[in-house]
């Protein structure tokens, strides 16, 4: 299937978006034995934003490719990673709790949703 150009640059930045709320989760994960990563609390901030922007974008590959059903499914099964962040709600503040959630749930289930929707998405990022 031969993408229009707008939509190849689309799943080229979703891509990259992956890329770095990965790393970001990485730096979050580091810093809850590396204090010298005094970041962490804000970089968790970039990465839910992040999400949610990829959750935003997935409405538009849902679009894109409609005739794809399987793509479209690996798509719709994003709404388990952002069933996870939901846990963070009012854990903020609660370091032991909210490095359970991002160590146990957030950064496993973005782990496993990635390794499922990369196939789909590498075959236009080589366009």
């Not at 190849?8 to 970001?24: A, D, F, K, N």
């Not at 580091?30 to 010298?36: E, R, T, V």
């Not at 099964?77 to 359970?100: N, S, T, W």
Request: glycine content about 4%; hydrophobic content about 40%.
């Amino acid at each position: 299937m031969k993408l229009a150009e707008p939509n190849v640059e689309l799943i080229h930045r979703y891509v990259e978006l992956l890329q770095s709320i990965e790393e970001g989760l990485e730096y979050v994960e580091a810093s809850f034995k590396d204090y010298s990563k005094t970041e962490g609390d804000l970089v968790l901030a970039d990465v839910l934003d992040a999400l949610a922007q990829l959750q935003s974008a997935n409405g538009q590959l849902q679009v894109i490719f409609a005739g794809k059903q399987e793509l479209v499914g690996t798509l719709d099964q994003f709404k388990a990673v952002i069933d996870q962040c939901f846990q963070l709600e009012g854990k903020m503040e609660q370091p032991h709790e909210k490095q359970e959630i991002v160590k146990k749930s957030i950064i496993p289930s973005l782990s496993e949703w990635k390794q499922l929707i990369e196939p789909h998405l590498q075959p236009y990022t080589t366009q």
